[in-house]
């Protein structure tokens, strides 16, 4: 699809999920999982932000994703890997939902993209660590790709 975008155009990215879903009510910081828990408990409400991003004039909405992971999902929530692999489908379904809603209620014509995001490792450690770096010494590059390649599979 990026091959048909022109090189010259400037697209509106969405902004800050997790910002918009505790503007909702959702108390999202102290929470490992972070704004990936919300794909759990209420999807809906990932949805509703991504419509008002879409609203705002997002051109490009990103899954509800970066913080999601098979490993922290079987960690915090108690799913099995392939209950934590739909989640993470979920995130891409929920992005595509808000986006038809968008054009089904505003009769819209422009192209809205959705994005995958993919959390750094460090993200699932939910630490900080994804900031510093901190965990590289303590795993081999293959070890990194071994823990990624499932995500981005799904």
């Known amino acids: 699809m990026w091959d048909s ?30 704004s990936a828990r919300i794909l759990h408990e209420k999807p809906e409400a990932i949805v509703r ?43 891409v379904e929920l992005a595509h939902k808000a986006r038809m809603q968008y054009y089904d209620n505003s009769k819209e014509t422009r192209e809205i993209l959705v994005a995958g995001s993919i959390g750094s490792y460090g993200a699932a450690l939910a630490d900080g660590s994804e900031y510093t770096g901190n965990y590289c010494d303590k795993l081999t590059q293959e070890e990194l790709i071994s823990w990624h390649r499932p995500q981005l599979t799904v």
Do not use: M
Request: glycine share 8%.
């Open 49 to 91: 932000v991504h419509n008002r991003y879409l609203e705002s004039g997002a051109e490009i909405i990103i899954t509800a994703s970066y913080q999601a992971s098979i490993s922290g999902f079987q960690k915090h929530l108690g799913l099995t890997f392939e209950q934590s692999k739909n989640l993470l489908k979920l995130s």
């Open 5 to 34: 975008c022109p090189a010259d155009k400037v697209y509106v990215l969405d902004g800050g999920l997790a910002t918009e879903l505790e503007r909702d009510g959702f108390s999202l910081l102290h929470d490992p999982l972070w």
